[in-house]
C-alpha cells in the first residue's frame, strides 16, 4: 500500500473506518462511514453508514445514535426527522446524528448484523480488525466519544421485547458533574427514568461512553419491532428539551416538561428468565405492579400438553418495565423485567 501515514512495522490503532465528514468545519454536512467489507460480491467494498453533523462556533458536542439495534424504530426515526430541520438549526456548538448505527442490521431489522450476527450493544470497546460489528464499536468509542461532551443512544424493545418509554440513567462517577447530568434527566423528562441493572455486563455502548467519562443518557422507547407512537413523541421532547439545556440550541422554546418517576432495576430478583423449553402464558401486564411470590404465568410443554403446566412466580416486587413479545421460550429467556422505585444513584 502506498502513502501510508504511520510505520508499517507499528500496528496502527486507528479506525479503517473512514468519513468525508470534517468534524472541525462549520456548516451542515451529510455523508457516510466507510466501513470497509471485501467481500465475494465486491472486492473493494465498503458499508456505508450515514451520518449527519452542524456545527456553529463554539459550544458543546452533542452525539445523538440511534439503531445500535436493528430492529429498535423510535430513535432512528426521532433522528431522521432531526436530521430534516438541522440544515436550519441555530446551534452553538456542535451535533453529530447517525440514526442508525448498526447499519446492516438496520437495514436488516434485527437486533444483530445479518454480516456477522454483531450485536453492537455488547461489543464494546471494539476492534479495528474485528468483524464488521466490532470495527463499528471501535470507531464510536476512538473517533466520536472523544469528540462528544453529551451523548444519547436510543433505543426499545425490539422484536422480542416490549418496554415501557423509559430514560435509562446512571449518575457519572465524578461527583461534581451530578448536577449536570441530573439536569439533563430532568429535561428529557421521559414518564420514568431508570438505572438499570445488566447484572454485571460492561461491553455496552453506554458502559464505555461512561469510560470516556461523557454525560451519557439511553433509553427504551417501545418494542415489537415496531415505531410506538408514544414513545416516538416522548423521544421527541426529551431531545429538543435536553439539546436546550446543554446550551446547543440556546434560542430554541422546547415544550414543557413533565416530573419523572425514577424506578430502578435491583439484580437478579428483578428478572424472570424461562427454566426450560415451553409456551409460555403469562399473568401479568405491562406496567402491572407485582410483589415477589406472585405468580407471573405458566409454562406448558408442548410435547406433553396433557401435564400441568409450571408455574413461575417473580422473585421480586416492582412494576413490570419489560416483557417479552414471544409465548415460546428457551430456558434462560428473559420473560420479564421489574423495576422498583428508588433514588438515582
Ligand atoms: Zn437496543
Not at 142 to 169: I, K, Y
Not at 313 to 330: D, I, L, P, Q
Request: hydrophobic share 40%; net charge negative; with cysteine.
Amino acid at each position: 500500500m502506498q502513502g501510508h501515514p504511520h510505520d508499517p512495522l507499528i500496528p496502527s490503532r486507528k479506525s479503517l473506518i473512514s468519513t468525508g465528514i470534517d468534524y472541525e468545519r462549520e456548516g451542515f454536512q451529510t455523508g457516510v462511514l466507510r466501513v470497509p467489507f471485501s467481500h465475494d460480491r465486491s472486492a473493494y467494498g465498503h458499508i456505508p453508514v450515514p451520518v449527519a453533523m452542524l456545527k456553529h462556533g463554539e459550544g458543546p458536542t452533542v452525539l445523538l445514535t440511534g439503531g445500535n439495534h436493528g430492529d429498535e424504530y423510535e430513535g432512528p426515526v426521532a433522528l431522521m426527522k432531526l436530521l430534516q430541520r438541522m440544515p436550519s438549526m441555530r446551534i452553538r456548538g456542535r451535533l453529530i446524528v447517525i440514526p442508525a448505527l448498526n447499519f446492516p442490521a438496520f437495514l436488516n431489522g434485527s437486533r444483530t448484523s445479518p454480516i456477522d450476527r454483531g450485536n453492537l450493544n455488547r461489543m464494546f470497546p471494539g476492534d479495528r480488525n474485528g468483524s464488521i460489528t466490532a470495527m463499528i464499536a471501535h470507531y464510536v468509542d476512538t473517533e466520536l466519544f472523544p469528540r462528544a461532551d453529551v451523548v444519547l443512544d436510543l433505543h426499545a424493545g425490539g422484536a422480542s421485547f416490549n418496554h415501557m418509554p423509559t430514560l435509562l440513567a446512571a449518575l457519572p462517577r465524578d461527583p461534581s458533574r451530578h448536577a449536570e447530568y441530573m439536569k439533563l434527566v430532568h429535561a428529557f423528562a421521559a414518564p420514568h427514568t431508570m438505572v438499570m441493572d445488566l447484572l454485571g455486563e460492561d461491553r455496552t455502548y453506554g458502559a464505555a461512553a461512561e469510560r470516556h467519562g461523557t454525560l451519557f443518557l439511553c433509553g427504551e422507547f417501545g418494542g415489537y419491532g415496531s415505531c410506538n407512537v408514544d414513545g416516538l413523541a416522548i423521544v421527541e421532547e426529551g431531545l429538543r428539551r435536553v439539546l436546550h439545556v446543554a446550551g446547543l440550541t440556546h434560542d430554541d422554546t422546547p415544550p414543557p416538561r413533565h416530573d419523572t418517576r425514577v424506578i430502578a432495576v435491583n439484580g437478579a430478583q428483578h428478572y424472570l428468565f424461562a427454566p426450560r423449553h415451553g409456551v409460555f402464558e403469562p399473568c401479568f401486564t405491562l406496567g402491572q405492579e407485582v410483589a415477589a411470590g406472585h405468580l407471573a404465568g405458566r409454562l406448558f410443554d408442548p410435547y406433553t400438553p396433557w401435564e400441568a403446566p409450571r408455574e413461575l412466580h417473580f422473585g421480586g416486587s416492582g412494576m413490570v418495565v419489560c416483557a417479552r413479545t414471544f409465548a415460546g421460550v428457551e430456558p434462560g429467556d428473559c420473560i420479564a423485567l421489574l423495576a422498583s422505585p428508588a433514588p438515582l444513584a
